[in-house]
């Protein structure tokens, strides 16, 4: 069959590989000139398998007065008069129920360690390098209370294959002797030592790069989508740039423009942009390098995660719902500076925003955090949508999931958690 994969983020992207791997002709569409130029460019980089628990939590109840008016607040609410930020919130606010937030674990544990695999079986196949690192991670709660608290979810994650320990700051030093700088105390942490991390742009460049060596490829780069084709309930072609792309079927995977897509297809997609901000600071000398961490870290007071991409760091944080602001505020970049120079002072010069690559981007979610793989109402368009916060952790087992599926073949993993429902 010719596939036509809408989108070159990393979902996309991988879609593209293993559905070329299956035997397809692929052709890869995307409005920039390289892959991964969106969302999947400046991310927090963290392959974070064991930490899947969704946004939608009941402790969301108590903080909405901190998300709507607190001006520290990591995440923040602008209300709109936008009748789909209302509806994703009433279905975000349904799912914030201890009963769905276990399920959606469960089913997010269960992808996640597919993807694990699968990214190791593609590095195997295809020797790509994206900085990828496997020294573990670690999450600092900033008081006992939550540290505390952390011991419930560790239990319930452990009868479903995590393997996490809870530490305490000495232990956290000794992991990470980086943090013997910090300028702040820390009540302990949970050490994940399974978990890794990756440059998801480098990646995304470097597959499409292999890709482009095969004959049945074709990256059609440069070409915003414009316009659809339909035919009997079906998709026949989209018109991108000055080209129209014919196939037998279509891929959704535009991240946070899929739900335009959708709706221009005649359904409806429960997603919403949560914009976040990161920056990356150079490592430039071995005293900057020596002052930063090796392993990822989360900072759970301040929400804002780390990951050591070679002689760089990548500092990532907030949430914000704002629709498509792709501003980006000098206090949202001050803020993940001061994250830094309070936790790994001396790793870097952070005197000059500009030249941190400052960033945004908008995590394509769904109200409960579950992406959505699979069928929709139109029967050649496939879904791969919806990652939110875990898109670069989650692609791999996902593209696997949706060339199955497309096939009609037994899947790897139960699909039916991700399957859409108009
Ligand atoms: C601050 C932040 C930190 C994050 N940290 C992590 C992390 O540590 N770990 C993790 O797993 N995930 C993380 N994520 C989430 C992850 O980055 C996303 O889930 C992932 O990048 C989504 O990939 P995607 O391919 O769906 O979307 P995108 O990467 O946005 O790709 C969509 C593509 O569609 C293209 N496109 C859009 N409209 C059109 C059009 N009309 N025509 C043609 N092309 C079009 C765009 O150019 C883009 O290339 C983070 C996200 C943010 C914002």
Same mark, same amino acid.
């Given at each position: 069959?010719?596939?036509?994969?809408?989108?070159?983020?990393?979902?996309?992207?991988?879609?593209?590989?293993?559905?070329?791997?299956?035997?397809?002709?692929?052709?890869?569409?995307?409005?920039?000139?390289?892959?991964?130029?969106?969302?999947?460019?400046?991310?927090?980089?963290?392959?974070?398998?064991?930490?899947?628990?969704?946004?939608?939590?009941?402790?969301?109840?108590?903080?909405?007065?901190?998300?709507?008016?607190?001006?520290?607040?990591?995440?923040?609410?602008?209300?709109?008069?936008?009748?789909?930020?209302?509806?994703?919130?009433?279905?975000?606010?349904?799912?914030?129920?201890?009963?769905?937030?276990?399920?959606?674990?469960?089913?997010?544990?269960?992808?996640?360690?597919?993807?694990?695999?699968?990214?190791?079986?593609?590095?195997?196949?295809?020797?790509?390098?994206?900085?990828?690192?496997?020294?573990?991670?670690?999450?600092?709660?900033?008081?006992?209370?939550?540290?505390?608290?952390?011991?419930?979810?560790?239990?319930?994650?452990?009868?479903?294959?995590?393997?996490?320990?809870?530490?305490?700051?000495?232990?956290?030093?000794?992991?990470?002797?980086?943090?013997?700088?910090?300028?702040?105390?820390?009540?302990?942490?949970?050490?994940?030592?399974?978990?890794?991390?990756?440059?998801?742009?480098?990646?995304?460049?470097?597959?499409?790069?292999?890709?482009?060596?095969?004959?049945?490829?074709?990256?059609?780069?440069?070409?915003?989508?414009?316009?659809?084709?339909?035919?009997?309930?079906?998709?026949?072609?989209?018109?991108?740039?000055?080209?129209?792309?014919?196939?037998?079927?279509?891929?959704?995977?535009?991240?946070?423009?899929?739900?335009?897509?959708?709706?221009?297809?005649?359904?409806?997609?429960?997603?919403?942009? =949560?914009?976040?901000? %990161?920056? #990356?600071?150079?490592?430039?000398?071995? @005293?900057?390098? /020596?002052? &930063?961490?090796?392993? !990822?870290?989360?900072?759970?007071?301040?929400?804002?995660?780390?990951?050591?991409?070679?002689?760089?760091?990548?500092?990532?944080?907030?949430?914000?719902?704002?629709?498509?602001?792709?501003?980006?505020?000098?206090?949202?970049?001050?803020?993940?500076?001061?994250?830094?120079?309070?936790?790994?002072?001396?790793?870097?010069?952070?005197?000059?925003?500009?030249?941190?690559?400052?960033?945004?981007?908008?995590?394509?979610?769904?109200?409960?955090?579950?992406?959505?793989?699979?069928?929709?109402?139109?029967?050649?368009?496939?879904?791969?949508?919806?990652?939110?916060?875990?898109?670069?952790? =989650?692609?791999?087992? %996902?593209? #696997?999931?949706?060339?199955?599926?497309? @096939?009609?073949? /037994?899947? &790897?993993?139960?699909? !039916?958690?991700?399957?859409?429902?108009?």
């Amino acid at each position: 069959m010719h596939i036509c994969v809408l989108g070159a983020g990393v979902i996309g992207v991988t879609s593209a590989y293993r559905l070329l791997e299956a035997g397809h002709q692929v052709t890869l569409v995307d409005a920039a000139a390289l892959p991964g130029s969106e969302t999947s460019l400046g991310n927090g980089a963290q392959l974070s398998y064991s930490y899947v628990a969704p946004l939608a939590d009941p402790s969301v109840w108590s903080h909405w007065p901190e998300y709507l008016f607190g001006a520290d607040s990591p995440l923040t609410l602008r209300p709109k008069m936008d009748p789909a930020q209302w509806r994703w919130l009433l279905k975000f606010l349904a799912a914030c129920n201890t009963k769905r937030v276990r399920q959606t674990t469960v089913d997010l544990l269960r992808l996640a360690f597919f993807s694990r695999e699968q990214l190791q079986q593609l590095t195997q196949a295809v020797p790509l390098d994206f900085q990828y690192r496997s020294a573990g991670k670690l999450v600092m709660y900033g008081d006992a209370k939550g540290l505390d608290s952390a011991r419930k979810q560790i239990a319930f994650q452990a009868e479903h294959g995590c393997q996490q320990q809870i530490i305490d700051a000495a232990r956290c030093v000794e992991i990470e002797p980086a943090l013997a700088n910090a300028k702040r105390d820390w009540a302990g942490g949970v050490y994940t030592a399974s978990e890794e991390a990756g440059d998801c742009a480098l990646f995304c460049r470097q597959l499409v790069g292999a890709m482009s060596q095969q004959s049945g490829f074709r990256f059609a780069h440069s070409q915003r989508i414009h316009q659809l084709e339909m035919r009997n309930g079906a998709l026949t072609a989209v018109h991108a740039g000055q080209e129209q792309i014919d196939a037998d079927a279509f891929v959704l995977a535009l991240g946070s423009a899929s739900a335009d897509f959708a709706r221009r297809a005649g359904f409806s997609l429960p997603l919403y942009p =949560l914009k976040g901000y %990161s920056i #990356t600071v150079p490592l430039i000398d071995s @005293a900057n390098q /020596a002052a &930063a961490p090796q392993v !990822s870290i989360t900072d759970l007071a301040k929400k804002i995660v780390y990951a050591r991409l070679g002689e760089r760091l990548r500092v990532a944080g907030r949430v914000e719902l704002v629709g498509m602001d792709r501003s980006i505020p000098a206090a949202a970049i001050d803020e993940l500076k001061r994250g830094v120079s309070e936790l790994f002072p001396g790793c870097g010069d952070l005197s000059d925003s500009a030249s941190l690559s400052p960033w945004s981007g908008f995590r394509p979610a769904t109200p409960s955090g579950v992406p959505l793989i699979g069928a929709t109402p139109v029967k050649n368009l496939y879904l791969n949508v919806g990652h939110g916060s875990l898109g670069w952790t =989650l692609a791999h087992g %996902s593209a #696997t999931l949706l060339t199955q599926l497309i @096939a009609g073949r /037994a899947t &790897a993993i139960d699909a !039916s958690p991700f399957s859409f429902s108009a």
